[in-house]
């Protein structure tokens, strides 16, 4: 697991390092969703 060094003194910075970060790593990733089934289309959240 790779280590990041991210400096907290500017959270705005901070916050767009991390999101630049996890974005990557999901993008890396290549999740392929799967198609929900017909019965999925009737539940309510």
Do not use: D, V
């Given at each position: 697991a790779p280590w990041y060094v991210i400096?907290?003194?500017r959270k705005w910075f901070r916050n767009w390092a991390i999101s630049k970060?996890?974005?990557?790593?999901?993008?890396?990733?290549k999740i392929n969703?799967?198609?929900?089934?017909?019965?999925?289309?009737?539940?309510?959240?």
């Open positions: 400096p907290a003194n970060i996890i974005t990557n790593t999901l993008i890396q990733m969703h799967s198609k929900s089934s017909p019965h999925h289309k009737n539940i309510k959240i």
